[in-house]
C-alpha cells in the first residue's frame, strides 16, 4: 500500500512539473479562454490530491512507527540510532595495541581462535562380571581416553590425529594427512592410518554399536588394533551407472600390523585394496557393499605370507518423514584368510552379522551373532552371540550394557556382562560409517 501511494505521488509531482515548464504556445495557435481555465481547474484538483496522499502517507508512517513489539529490523535501526548519538557508553579502549603481530597482551582477540585445531577427548569406562578365560580383563577398566586434534591446514589439505590414554600407557591411534586438492578427483593421504579393509576395522572403539569387537576380528583380523599400519593411502570415486556411488582404494603399508603382518625387511611392504559401492534404495533405504583385499608377510619369516579377503554388506533404513530417531541397520562381514606356516597353510573362514534398532531418542537394541575359524589352526572354530541395550542421556554420552555368550573350540562356554560408559568433551570429528 505504502509503495502505490509513494509512486501515485511522483507521477503526479511529475505531471505537475511538466505542466507548469511547458514552452507557452505561439499566438496563432492559443487556446480560447474557457480551454485555460479548465486546465488552471484540474492542477488546483490535482495539487489537492497530492496534498491528500502526502497526508496519509506521513499517517502511515506514524502508524508503522509505533508497533506494539518493534521487530528485528527495528531494533536493529534502534541500536543503530542510539549509538551514533550516544545513547550508550563508546566501547572501552584497546587494552593494548603493541602485540599486533606478535603474542596477545590482555586477552586473544576473536579471530585468533581461527588458528586453533579442533581438539577433543572422549571416555571409555568399562565394567566386567563373570567369566572368559580365553578373552580375560579385568572387573573394572578404563579402556581407552582418546584425544583428538582435527584441523584444516590449508584449502588443499587437513590433518587428523587421535592419541589413545590407556592405562598402561599412550599410543599414536592414527596421525595422517590428506590430500583433497588433487587433480582429477584423486584424494591422497600418508601418515599412520586404520586400513580401508572392511567396516570393523576401520572404526575407533568409541563408534562400535557394542562394546566389544566380533570373534572374527580377533581371531583373523587383529583384534583391536586391527590393520593399523604407517603408509600412505589414495582413492579415486569411479564413474557408475546413475544412482550409484563407486569408490575405490588403495593403500601401501610398512608391513607391521599386530599379528597379521610383520615386517622383517624393508620390503616386506603390506598392502591393501578395498572397492565400495552404495546406492540408495528407496528414500528411507540404502546399501552399502564392499569387497576388501589385503596381503602381507607374516611372523614366520620374509617368504612366509598372509593373505587376507573380505566382503560386507550394510543395510540402513531410516524413515525421514516420520522421526529423526527412529532406524534399523542391519551389517554383515565375511573373511577368508590364507596363512603360509609349517607343515601346511592354514585357510580359515569367519564372519558376523549384527542388527540394532533405535526405538527412539534415547533407546537402541541390537545383537549379533559371530563365528570364525582361527587363523592358525583351521581346525578350530568358535562362536557366540550377543545381546546390546544402549541408552543416550545426549548425543555426548551413550550408556551401554551387553550381554555376551561364548562357545569355543575346546568345549567350553562363557557368559559374560559388560557395561560401558562413553562420554565425549569437544568437538569430535566424524569418522566412517
Known amino acids: 500500500m505504502k509503495t502505490i501511494l509513494v509512486t501515485l505521488l511522483l507521477l503526479a509531482l511529475t505531471a505537475t512539473s511538466f505542466a507548469q515548464q511547458a514552452p507557452p504556445a505561439a499566438p496563432a495557435a492559443a487556446p480560447p479562454a474557457p480551454a485555460l481555465d479548465d486546465t488552471a481547474a484540474r492542477l488546483k484538483a490535482l495539487e489537492e490530491k497530492i496534498l491528500a496522499l502526502e497526508t496519509e502517507v506521513k499517517e502511515l508512517k506514524e502508524a508503522q512507527a509505533l ?6 529490523a527495528a531494533a536493529s535501526s534502534s541500536r543503530e540510532t542510539a549509538l551514533t548519538t550516544n545513547a550508550y557508553p563508546p566501547p572501552a579502549p584497546a587494552q593494548s595495541l603493541e602485540p599486533a603481530q606478535g603474542g596477545v597482551i590482555g586477552g586473544a582477540p576473536q579471530n585468533a581462535k581461527l588458528l586453533n585445531p579442533d581438539i577433543s577427548m572422549i571416555g571409555d569406562f568399562i565394567a566386567t562380571a563373570g567369566g572368559n578365560p580365553f578373552q580375560p580383563g579385568p572387573a573394572l577398566e578404563f579402556h581407552e581416553a582418546e584425544l583428538g586434534i582435527q584441523a584444516v591446514i590449508d584449502p588443499y589439505a587437513k590433518g587428523d590425529f587421535f592419541l589413545s590414554f590407556g592405562e598402561q600407557g599412550v599410543e599414536l591411534e592414527e596421525g595422517y594427512i590428506t590430500f583433497t586438492g588433487l587433480p582429477r578427483g584423486f584424494v591422497a593421504r600418508a601418515g599412520k592410518m586404520r586400513s580401508a579393509f572392511g567396516v570393523v576395522n576401520t572404526l575407533h572403539n568409541h563408534t562400535l554399536p557394542w562394546i566389544d569387537r566380533p570373534l572374527v576380528t580377533d581371531s583373523l583380523v587383529g583384534g583391536e ?24 582404494t588403495g593403500q601401501v603399508f610398512r608391513g607391521d600390523s599386530a599379528d597379521v603382518f610383520t615386517s622383517h625387511q624393508r620390503s616386506d611392504l603390506s598392502f591393501v585394496g578395498r572397492l565400495r559401492g552404495y546406492k540408495d534404495l528407496t528414500e528411507s533405504t540404502n546399501l552399502d557393499i564392499g569387497f576388501s583385499y589385503a596381503r602381507g608377510h607374516n611372523d614366520l619369516g620374509t617368504n612366509f605370507i598372509t593373505q587376507l579377503v573380505g566382503a560386507d554388506a550394510t543395510l540402513r533404513w531410516k524413515p525421514l518423514r516420520r522421526a529423526i530417531y527412529h532406524n534399523v541397520l542391519w551389517r554383515s562381514e565375511f573373511f577368508w584368510s590364507e596363512r603360509q606356516q609349517l607343515p601346511t597353510t592354514q585357510r580359515a573362514f569367519g564372519f558376523y552379522s549384527a ?5 527412539n531418542r534415547r533407546w537402541t537394541v541390537g545383537g549379533r551373532f559371530d563365528r570364525s575359524d582361527r587363523a592358525r589352526n583351521d581346525n578350530l572354530t568358535d562362536s557366540g552371540f550377543s545381546a546390546v541395550v ?12 551387553q550381554y555376551r555368550f561364548g562357545r569355543f573350540a575346546e568345549g567350553k562356554d562363557t557368559n559374560e556382562l559388560k557395561i560401558q560408559l562413553l562420554f565425549s568433551l569437544g568437538a569430535h570429528g566424524a569418522h566412517p560409517f
Open 390 to 401: 544402549t541408552y543416550w542421556p545426549s548425543e555426548f554420552s551413550q550408556i551401554r550394557t
Open 67 to 72: 508497533p506494539a513489539a518493534p521487530s528485528t
Open 225 to 248: 588394533d586391527g590393520i593399523d599400519d604407517t603408509g600412505f593411502s589414495i582413492n579415486r570415486i569411479l564413474p557408475a551407472p546413475k544412482g550409484i556411488f563407486l569408490e575405490a
Open 355 to 359: 542388527a540394532d534398532y533405535r526405538v
